[in-house]
């Protein structure tokens, strides 16, 4: 959006190490005190988190907003239990579409499904995947030892390199160099949206089950949950990994790379969400006037994570010195 010369404000209470890759970028004010912008006219809002919906409200009460919804599972995704007027909710997935209509009683004619998209300026192939594999890269934060050890067995046994990139002890900024490092990435989400824009074969696999190898033939049914896990709720287990492993083909990597290009292209997504910006925006902002009631408490939380978040921060800071 900034890039094609729109005026964006990003606002979070709470600013990490990512913030300072996105400060300087031209037409981006980062802030993390919405009274900074208190007395801005804008056209929109464009909310990721039910408490950021909350205090936004509190300082543009008229202004059209939607609510863009990452996952099922992490609170921070779902929607407000209150009317706060949002207009519109774009689900990353069909699959993320039917909780809002099954679990959030959300009107079906008030949610879009638009899929992430990926930079494909950035993660694109930078040599060819093995006719067999040779290497195998676990990309997730949440990679658990019963995982790993099936994980490594597997490779062990078929004389494939395991090496995994993540949180807690190998969190990289430059991911994609180590996903064109594998033939074979086991992930989740976007990170399987990014394994396949450089041509690597994906495995989704993570803490939510294993749904199995990505193929032309299988995408169109797990994109339907983004490569979440979800999709089949199966287990990991030895025998259904070395199973999906023994899928590998270089021969998914052109079509694969297609798909990512038809159905998960920056420029396709931008233009899908000003297109919606466009049908909110002229739109009454109704709230329900029971959210003022709620509105300190909400404050008061934001403040302790602000707070809790400066502690952590510091006494890390103190053990490093």
Known sequence: LASMGHTVVLYSPILGKIAKTIDNFRNITLINNLELVKNEKFDIIHIQHNVTAWMARKYFPSTPAIMVVHGIIPKLEQ??????GIHKYVAVSSGIKSHLIQNHHIVEQKIVVQNNWVNTQKFFPKNIVGMSPKKLMVLSNHLDSEQEKIYRKVCKERGIKFFHVGLPENPVKNVQDYINKADVVVTVGRGAIEAMACGRNVIVSDINGIDGMVTPKTYEE????????????????????????????????????????????????VQKIISIYKEVQKKKVRIDPNYVKSLLEIEILTEYLVDFNYIIRKSKEESKG
Do not use: C, M, W
């Open 79 to 84: 929607p407000p239990k209150i009317n706060l």
């Open 222 to 269: 797990l994109v339907k949950n983004n490569f979440s896990g979800h999709r089949y709720h199966r287990k990991l287990t030895y025998e259904n990994f070395k199973r999906e492993l023994n899928k590998y083909s270089r021969e998914y990597t052109e079509d694969l790379i297609q798909l990512i290009i038809q159905n998960h292209s920056p420029q396709a997504g």
